[in-house]
């Protein structure tokens, strides 16, 4: 599998991706607030906010971004900085299905439940918190 580098722009940082992470996350909370929106479009900004706050990590390390979006993976690389980001394991495993099933129809044939949709979103903020930890320690 080819991994492409994301192309550098300037004024992306740290606290750009934290916003657009931040972001995710409200639509995540107005999501479950007014149930206006299929479960499984939470379960996929769940996993995108998660995704958004391991790249500010990323880059708060000084790390290449690439376009990754393995929660895993991304963790793997990270861990030479974090050796303890495998402790968000669990979070990682529940929220890497939700990159690709919730997109494309059939992968998830019993569909997506708010239940689903809460775990998703409890997992997302265990690593907005793992995070934030790191980048303010």
């Given at each position: ?18 916003k ?44 290449q971004?690439h ?43 019993e ?27």
């Amino acid at each position: 599998m080819v991994e492409f580098c994301m192309k550098p722009q300037d004024d992306v940082n740290v606290n750009t991706w934290i916003k657009v992470a931040d972001n995710d996350e409200l639509t995540c909370i107005s999501f479950f607030t007014h149930r206006d929106a299929p479960p499984s479009a939470a379960c996929f900004i769940a996993q995108q906010m998660a995704e958004k706050y391991l790249k500010a990590l990323y880059i708060f390390f000084g790390e290449q971004l690439h376009k990754i979006h393995d929660l895993k993976k991304l963790a793997t690389i990270l861990e030479k900085h974090a050796p303890d980001i495998f402790d968000l394991e669990e979070e990682f495993n529940i929220l890497n299905k939700y990159y690709a099933t919730t997109r494309y129809p059939g992968d998830f044939p019993e569909g997506f439940s708010w239940k689903d949709a809460e775990e998703a979103f409890e997992a997302a903020k265990h690593i907005k918190d793992f995070v934030l930890k790191k980048i303010t320690n």
